[in-house]
């Protein structure tokens, strides 16, 4: 592990970094802007609590889907050409989304748009790491990108809460996101051509089987927050059954999805289990706040939505200020140091009760903010480094789908708890920060002893 090596300062290229992290705010922009407008969108569309689930996790079932495919395809096919595909759809799905004059269709766009929104941060990271050699040039490139992910959580919150001051101006927000993604499109020339020296052959059986495998667990937990029913545990049934295929079909594939050398490689695995654990736990936790700020609290729209900016807003500042600290965070003790940080941020929410006031939120956000701003740039620079130079945009497609798949499982886990245990939201809330908490902990262990074998490459 490498805590204590002060980068020496470079000059990072700019022309690449301004479309990618533009790029990706925009991603995290549209996948947070339902969060707090669905009370809006929901009465406008004669929207039921099963719909406004799958409104909610729509965009999720599309990322975790994609994720890994788009950053397999941008390393055989070229990473620019993938990228540019991802914000042609994000511009189609939002288009969709504002003209939806159903549940079913807004689901429809959402989905559309996390698949190009996959192809964004797959290929995007990717060819942040082909234009920064590694080292201090891109330390501070992926400062940059981590900060880009919660400069888009904190936009779409405040845009979020705007929508719910104003009405029924939900739409407009999507025809925006189409509007921008247009504008960045253009921009991507900046980014060169970047793809694999040596491409892969795509192992076309196990993509279908993980996309399947991924689509089925994301539905599954889905249609399982408001309890587990027939649909629910058919779902479930038919992942572990693609799970079991993809276990069978991947040792005879000549050049399979996953190298098996990566899942032994103490770093590759301590980067994807690093951002399972804080979707899990952080993303989790974060998109609970407002919930619980407006239910149990009796805060407004714009309160609500101001945590999760502030926590948005601390992790940029976090994010932007890891280059400039003499500690890189390196390698799998790296990543468990920092995600004890976030579990100690989550333990400041113990004891919240009826009367308290919103400052208490307010701490933990900014708390935890802190720990997940790191590890925003940290997890994108180990995503990269962890794997071959011909496969970073797998690697990055890899760790992101880790991150949404952990949000979507953190997500219905959180909200299940904190509806069904004690009177209150409030007291369900206490449960949650301490196993949010847990999870940190238990995360940064298992990472921990991966680091006692060194960190390779």
Same mark, same amino acid.
């Given at each position: ?35 707090? !407008? ?248 974060? !998109? ?170």
């Amino acid at each position: 592990m490498s805590l204590n090596i002060k980068p020496t300062r470079t000059r990072v290229e700019v022309r690449p970094l301004v479309p990618v992290a533009l790029g990706t705010a925009l991603v995290l922009v549209t996948y947070v802007t339902p969060i707090v !407008s669905l009370p809006v969108t929901a009465p406008d569309l004669d929207a039921g609590a099963g719909a406004r689930a799958w409104i909610l996790s729509s965009m999720s079932l599309g990322l975790a889907a994609a994720l890994l495919a788009s950053g397999v395809l941008g390393d055989r096919y070229g990473r620019r050409t993938v990228y540019d595909v991802g914000m042609v759809l994000v511009a189609a799905g939002a288009v969709v989304c504002a003209v939806a004059g159903s549940p079913a269709v807004l689901v429809a766009g959402r989905t559309v748009q996390g698949v190009g929104g996959a192809a964004v941060l797959a290929c995007g990271l990717s060819l942040l790491a082909a234009r920064h050699a590694p080292g201090p040039d891109r330390l501070r490139a992926t400062s940059l990108w981590g900060a880009s992910v919660g400069l888009g959580i904190a936009v779409g919150s405040v845009l979020a809460a705007a929508v719910g001051e104003v009405g029924s101006g939900w739409r407009e927000t999507y025809a925006v996101t189409a509007v921008a993604a247009g504008a960045l499109l253009p921009l991507s020339g900046r980014l060169g051509a970047s793809r694999a020296d040596a491409p892969r052959r795509v192992d076309v059986p196990g993509l279908v089987l993980l996309v399947a495998f991924l689509t089925l667990v994301v539905s599954a937990l889905t249609q399982a927050r408001d309890g587990i029913d027939a649909p629910a545990a058919a779902l479930a049934v038919a992942a572990l059954a693609c799970l079991a295929a993809l276990a069978v079909v991947e040792p005879r594939v000549r050049e399979p999805l996953l190298d098996p050398a990566l899942l032994r490689s103490p770093a590759f695995v301590a980067a994807t289990l690093g951002s399972l654990t804080l979707g899990v736990s952080m993303i989790g936790l974060a !998109s609970l706040t407002p919930t619980v700020a407006q239910v149990g609290l009796g805060a407004g729209v714009w309160s609500a939505s101001l945590l999760a900016a502030l926590w948005a807003g601390v992790s940029v500042v976090a994010s932007l200020t890891l280059r400039r600290l003499p500690w890189t965070f390196a390698g799998p003790r790296g990543i468990a140091v920092l995600l004890v940080l976030v579990a100690l941020g989550q333990l400041t929410g113990l004891g919240l009760h009826d009367g308290s006031g919103l400052w208490r939120l307010a701490v933990v956000m900014v708390l935890t903010g802190v720990g997940t701003g790191l590890l925003n740039a940290v997890l994108g620079r180990e995503a990269v480094a962890s794997v071959p130079p011909d496969r970073t945009a797998m690697g990055s497609g890899a760790n992101n789908t880790a991150r949404y798949l952990g949000a979507a499982i953190g997500i219905t886990v959180l909200v299940t708890v904190a509806t069904h245990v004690g009177d209150t939201v409030v007291d369900g809330w206490n449960v949650v920060v301490v196993g949010c908490a847990c999870v940190s902990v238990a995360g940064a262990a298992a990472i921990a002893a991966l680091g006692r074998s060194g960190r390779p490459g």
